[in-house]
């Protein structure tokens, strides 16, 4: 058998960029030497390492803590103009509202569960619709101190508008589409054609989780598949469709408009939809189950609190570029996404509410970044030795350099460094560490001899 061998001074292997990321579905031993097994904390975009995706206080919540969070967008045709009131459910669901001099109490709207909220225009004024699975529907009309209850209302775990009737997806057995009265989203009687009423759907997709009002439709995503409601105004007109089964149970809180597709994670993995099929997007990352996911769309970006290690609470954001293919991933503990205007934002595993920014911390405090290589033998399986490793880095890192086992640690500076391990072993580990804000990692380069 032929050997490989290497010139006496070593041959010089390069990383020259970190844009290929990392991929999870394989091996560590199979993959490229510029591929990372594990990383976090990162952005590769660039193809240095940078500083990724974190949480930071922001101005609109300073330091409090919450459920959820939500925009309401009103004209105002006294004054003219739209108002924009950033809202929040505290942790024990009380509703507030920032009506221009600081959040004031919703009069005494609370939610036994986390609400979600919806604007619709009831008899000619701009309204804001809240409800939970728990509770009754509240109307807000945006200028009294107080909102209405509509005791009538069924407990909405999810709602859309569509061609100005509300459909919505209820608490309990779940096997059923309701919907409002045509042009009164609080009318939700069903004793006759004229008003409200439901559909219900009854076979192995299972359960009904979320209703989406996309290209003209509301689909029903359900526990094992989706099906397309057509609704216009006439309730005699409606019909069901069943599109899709699979074979992994979708979390419905992953399930998010994202411009001309619909996003979602499922047991399986993660899936677009475009109206008609559904397919596997970013395989390179391994989710574990993630009954509490959370997904919101910005900026042509879906961003997804999940869990890719035992499951439980959420315990990684990745956000996904929806046009190139590219992500990132930060390791930190999310248990909701939410979308205010262009800006996201995250209630965290202790309620507190922030703003996801690429600051590479949580609240101050630096998260861990790393990067870190598959098993390398360079292509023979003899004892070689790690003569010397470059690095370049604008800020404070660590590399540790692992040989059969046996590890390493270098401090690096900003500036090029060198370093000379002299580690022998058949396979190797390199593992690029920072907490410093602001780090950039540049070309990983090495020499190996023998073999």
């Known amino acids: 058998m032929n050997r490989v061998k290497f010139p006496r001074e070593g041959a010089r292997r390069t990383v020259r960029t970190f844009a290929a990321n990392a991929d999870m579905r394989f091996d560590e ?36 803590t919450g459920r959820t969070v939500w925009q309401f967008i009103r004209y105002d045709r006294e004054a003219g103009e739209y108002k924009t009131h950033n809202m929040f459910c505290d942790v024990n669901g009380y509703v507030h509202v920032d009506l221009g001099n600081g959040f004031e109490s919703l009069g005494t709207v609370n939610f036994a569960d986390v609400p979600s909220a919806v604007k619709y225009r009831l008899y000619g004024e701009d309204s804001l ?25 069924p407990y909405i775990t999810s709602m859309t508008m569509h061609y100005e ?6 608490a309990g057995e779940s096997n059923a589409v309701y ?28 359960k009904l989780l ?56 499922a047991s399986d993995g993660l899936y677009s939809f475009d109206g008609y099929d559904v397919t596997r997007r970013l395989k ?75 600051c590479a ?21 003899s004892v070689k030795t790690l003569g010397s490793v470059s690095v370049r880095s604008d800020g404070n890192a660590s590399l540790t350099v692992t040989a059969d086992g046996k590890s390493r640690t270098f401090g690096l500076k900003s500036g090029m460094n060198m370093i000379k391990p002299m580690l022998g072993g058949r396979t190797f580990k390199f593992r690029i560490e920072s907490t410093e804000p602001g780090a950039r990692i540049r070309r990983l380069s090495y020499r190996v001899r023998g073999g």
């Open 29 to 64: 031993a199979v993959l490229a030497e510029s591929t990372a097994a594990k990383i976090s904390g990162f952005d590769v975009n660039s193809g240095a390492l940078t500083d990724g995706y974190g949480v930071e206080e922001s101005e609109e919540f300073g330091n409090r």
């Open 129 to 153: 619709i809240m409800t939970s699975g728990k509770d009754r529907m509240f109307v807000w009309d945006g200028v009294s101190d107080y909102a209405e209850r509509v005791l009538r209302s």
């Open 165 to 170: 009737r509300m459909f919505a997806t209820t």
């Open 179 to 206: 919907f409002s009265d045509d042009l009164d989203p609080t009318n939700w009687n069903d004793s006759s054609l004229t008003e409200g009423g439901y559909i219900m759907l009854l076979d192995e997709r299972g």
């Open 210 to 265: 979320k209703v989406v009002d996309f290209l003209n439709y509301v689909y029903i995503f359900r526990e094992y598949g989706i099906s397309r409601l057509t609704a216009y105004a006439d309730q005699t007109e409606f019909g069901v469709v069943n599109l899709y089964v699979g074979g992994g149970r979708i979390y419905e809180g992953s399930v998010c408009p994202c411009g001309d597709t619909v996003m979602m994670l």
């Open 284 to 358: 390179a990352v391994r989710f574990a189950p993630s009954p509490n996911a959370s997904g919101v769309f910005s900026d042509g970006k879906y961003y997804l609190a999940a869990n890719t290690t035992e499951g439980g609470e959420n315990d990684t954001l990745v956000v996904y570029d929806m046009a190139g293919g590219t992500f990132s991933l930060s390791r930190l503990n999310i248990k909701r996404l939410c979308k205010l205007g262009s800006e996201v934002f995250a209630i965290m595993s202790d309620n507190r509410i922030g703003k996801v920014t690429k």
């Open 361 to 381: 911390a949580v609240f101050g405090t630096p998260l861990e970044k790393y990067w870190e290589s598959g098993e390398l033998d360079f292509s023979t399986p």
